[in-house]
């Protein structure tokens, strides 16, 4: 009796053993990391995201479910002024201002242009693929907003400290990359670099961001021109 006792504690060990390593694979950490602003130390911590890419194949990995994306225009302002989409989706641009905007962008993130449309009106737009997008208003100068559309769910915004926390994130090797309102992209893209992740999770430690100086938020018109400084709008 003992003997089959121990014969039937054996089976059931064997049987669960497999399930028992699959949930290892699967065990999720959360990621800690902090963004050190060189030579910014006086002023806020400006914007930003850090995101992981897989190196390996995840096809459980998918972004929460979310009904639509909104970058609002009201207060001549667009709200929010970050905004994280996964690739293929749509973002409204409403307009709740009480006067006309113009919509564009023209960097290599999406490249559009809305026009000029009234308030009350919505515009939308598909950022198709992977990269950022920095979004401004052809009529107002002041108005800008970025759009960083990913491939991968595991993606955190920074907090006004530059502390970043991403969560679930499975044991593997990942990409890590980080953008930096302000930063040129040169230096954002030797920030990139693979990292391991073992099963136990835990912190990245600290990325060394060098802004001296933080890059001008001066742009051009959707036409490549300076806006016209004498210019006073009506809308």
Not at 103 to 115: A, E, I, P, Q
Not at 123 to 129: A, E, P, Q
């Amino acid at each position: 009796m003992r003997r089959l006792r121990l014969l039937i504690m054996l089976a059931i060990a064997a049987a669960l053993l497999p399930r028992t390593e699959a949930f290892a694979q699967q065990a999720t950490n959360d990621v800690h990391l902090h963004l050190a602003f060189l030579g910014n130390a006086k002023r806020p911590a400006p914007p930003a995201v850090v995101w992981l890419k897989p190196l390996q194949p995840m096809p459980e990995l998918q972004f929460p479910p979310h009904k639509a994306y909104t970058l609002l225009q009201k207060n001549r302002t667009f709200i929010p002024h970050l905004l994280v989409v996964p690739v293929a989706s749509q973002v409204l641009f409403p307009n709740a201002d009480p006067f006309y905007h113009d919509v564009f962008s023209d960097f290599d993130g999406k490249r559009f242009d809305l026009g000029l449309y009234e308030a009350g009106s919505t515009k939308g737009v598909t950022f198709s693929r992977e990269g950022v997008s920095y979004i401004f208003c052809n009529i107002h100068p002041e108005m800008s907003a970025v759009v960083v559309a990913l491939t991968t769910p595991l993606y955190a915004i920074a907090d006004s400290a530059g502390g970043v926390d991403i969560h679930d994130v499975q044991a593997g090797d990942y990409e890590l990359h980080a953008w930096v309102e302000g930063v040129p992209q040169a230096i954002l893209d030797r920030l990139a670099h693979r990292v391991h992740l073992g099963p136990n999770g835990g912190g990245l430690g600290l990325i060394n961001v060098p802004i001296t100086p933080l890059r001008s938020n001066a742009h051009t018109n959707k036409f490549g021109q300076p806006y016209d400084k004498d210019s006073k709008p009506t809308y």
